[in-house]
């Protein structure tokens, strides 16, 4: 693959700057950029990959963080440095793919949004090595700590999110939303791995923490059911898999013991390593079917772009046998002058059914073809980019309402949802209905 | 100005791959985005300006085939002659804007819709010699030649609609869509000037060429209003003196004439000459306007550029005496290797408050500042993309309209004006709902 993306970079720099443009020469640019879409996704991905790997890393460092400061430093010293050493790898590997991809990523006068949010996530990897001293000298509380690696995971996967956004290919475009729903699906999963650690482990749940949770569960399935709808047979068989499997009804049984905290009584301690295990276990497994997404991903981005390389090289071939059937590359220009120096009818006769006619009626074919494509592709795109604009629309719907009433995430979500339930309505409608009353009533 | 922009072109060649990308490196990237996109946007403006003149040209060309057709070729012989010869020359010169654009344009790998618009408006400019010689040679109908002329106006109007999609700063995008609601409202008041011409010249109007007129006239009506709640002062002052001129009334009094075919009686046919030169008038004074928003949309870009490029500058100096404070291009991780090394608590207390820290919170601001500035230039773009949507959703509507009943464009326009009378609602919005409507129905 390497060599055709060569081939391919070569074949675009060496195309010249045409001196009349002609609409062929436009339909093939047109082509070729859709080309580019995809040559740009194939290396996106490779970033892509490098993210869902560094999640994972934080994500495992978070736990042992969690659990190395609520045992005042006595548990999981060697692991957590351990899990250190290792996300700093991936942090390296991260680094790498984004030099790889960085004239591409830069090349793009509309990615400014991008950029700036791949500079937040490398901000706080920067920071990260200063909470990893606090870390270590036992100077942040494990919530603190929880609070930063949170914070960084999500301005990685919101990377993603904003990278999905530029996707031209719908089916391309459906995978990666698939992909990116899971890893916040995921996420949303390790934060709850957090809440129960910290239940369990003090003996039981208060009421926020209780509510924490059933939150962490409800927008977690929220992110599972997109996930769904977009992805791939194999990865949702994975998906299946690992519904299907006994830990997850294990898991059902501690999160009633969380979750239920109207009838408090005190839970055994113990049950905290057996929460941590159980969800480690479904974090790792989520982790494969996150890497099936991303295996059939770049599949569907190879074989894409090997389909539209052809299909822009017969474009190409059947342009030049166009061209040499008119015997010129202007048929309709030459036609114009003759018809203009001679004015004689039965020149016109013959220029009106002739090669001249010919020839535009079939670059015409070729011109419409492209724009029902790209209609069309436009309109398979629209579920995709409605799952990432329902995404941003909640989020600015609850940081609309923490400031306005003064009120934190969690808190928000919950007036969102029973916005939503009292209205009979689903999130997304209510979340945008919220935002547009907003701007009216600013 | 070329200067500049040479000067800049040249800074961004320069720029080194980052071996290790840090949180500056990207914030520097984002901004260098936005300065692209201004840039872009400096090079579209001359290819805006050369469709601009162009639809010009031929919308006196059609005016004028008109006329010669519809006198079986005793009229406007020789001033046809010229004006085709004059849009040949901006046809010239918009295949030199868009050589000079080129490189710009296939550069971008989210651009092959646009790409696409242009080969379907070279395809409708290379057809038009083919038409010239149909209409010199008498061959052709008034209203296939009228017909012809009016696609290809609509789809160089559709490549500049399709550029504005891509604007990022908010006043660039505002000009943008007022610029292109203007020449959209030309066009139609040029087309009214076709139907008037038809219905004046014939004696009369029937109910087709009546209802026709009626809804040419609203909807440049509508494309004006769009027009004044985006426009700067200046060009809206000279709208406004357009609209107070004499000549309005004059023409109100003809349309009530061509309007109200229920009192059908036959007109004076010299009516059609007092018509053609009142509405050429019109066209010509409404092109002054477009001149000026262009002269003020390049001003803007101009100034933007200006003060995006000074913005640069300075956020690059600050980060230099940020990078020299710290001594070190990377303070936290020297902090972070020290604090590994000896663990003293002492070591760690420096660094929570010390030099890294500082540089890490001045790097956070920056970073901070660049998203709220994008998430506030993305909430100000808002209402200019709507305008662009609201836009795109009509033709959608229409289409659908046209395929499902079988009914031509003008039908379809009125279907969707009735909706929103009967449902009391504003013509986007049910447009909006029709679309999707269809799509669930499908």
């Not at 036609?335 to 013959?350: H, P």
């Not at 923490?402 to 209205?423: F, P, T, W």
Request: glycine content about 6%.
């Amino acid at each position: 693959m390497a060599l055709c993306l060569e081939h391919f970079m070569n074949t675009r720099k060496q195309q010249p700057l045409p001196q009349t443009p002609t609409a062929a020469d436009y339909l093939i640019a047109s082509r070729q950029c859709e080309l580019m879409n995809l040559q740009y996704f194939l290396q996106m991905g490779k970033l892509v990959q490098s993210i869902s790997a560094l999640v994972h890393g934080l994500q495992r460092e978070r736990g042992a963080s969690n659990v190395f400061l609520g045992s005042g430093g006595e548990k999981f010293s060697r692991e957590r440095e351990a899990m250190v050493a290792d996300s700093e790898r991936l942090e390296d590997l991260f680094s790498q793919a984004l030099s790889e991809v960085h004239s591409e990523l830069t090349a793009h006068p509309v990615s400014s949004h991008l950029l700036n949010h791949i500079a937040t996530a490398l901000y706080g990897i920067e920071s990260l090595k200063e909470i990893r001293v606090q870390v270590k000298g036992l100077s942040l509380s494990a919530a603190e700590a929880t609070s930063a690696y949170s914070h960084l995971i999500h301005n990685l996967i919101t990377v993603v999110f904003e990278a999905a956004d530029t996707v031209v290919d719908p089916s391309i475009a459906g995978l990666l939303v698939a992909m990116v729903h899971l890893m916040n699906g995921k996420e949303y999963c390790g934060q709850e791995r957090a809440v129960g650690s910290a239940g369990f482990s003090s003996g039981g749940f208060d009421s926020a923490l209780s509510q924490r949770m059933m939150h962490l569960i409800e927008a977690q399935e929220r992110c599972f059911d997109v996930f769904v709808s977009f992805a791939d047979t194999e990865s949702k068989d994975l998906w299946h898999k690992l519904r299907a499997h006994d830990r997850e009804q294990e898991i059902e049984r501690f999160r009633g013991l969380g979750c239920s905290v109207g009838r408090y009584k005190a839970l055994d301690p113990e049950l905290a390593d057996t929460w941590f295990a159980l969800m480690t276990e479904r974090i790792d497994e989520l982790k494969k079917v996150e890497d099936a997404v991303e295996g059939q991903f770049h599949a569907r981005c190879v074989e894409r772009f090997a389909e539209a390389r052809g299909s822009l090289a017969d474009q190409e071939t059947l342009i030049a046998s166009l061209d040499a059937q008119g015997q010129s590359s202007q048929p309709l220009l030459v036609l114009c002058e003759t018809g203009g120096e001679s004015g004689s009818q039965a020149g016109d006769a013959w220029a009106s059914e002739g090669v001249g006619q010919q020839f535009g009626r079939s670059i015409f074919d070729l011109v419409q073809e492209q724009t029902h494509r790209l209609q069309q592709m436009n309109d398979e795109l629209q579920s995709a980019k409605e799952a990432l604009e329902d995404r941003k629309t909640q989020e600015k719907a609850v940081l609309l309402l923490m400031e306005s009433r003064g009120i934190d995430n969690d808190q928000a979500h919950r007036v969102l949802r029973k916005l939503a339930m009292d209205q009979g309505r689903k999130l997304p409608e209510v979340a945008r209905a919220l935002v547009s009353m907003a701007d009216v009533l600013k």
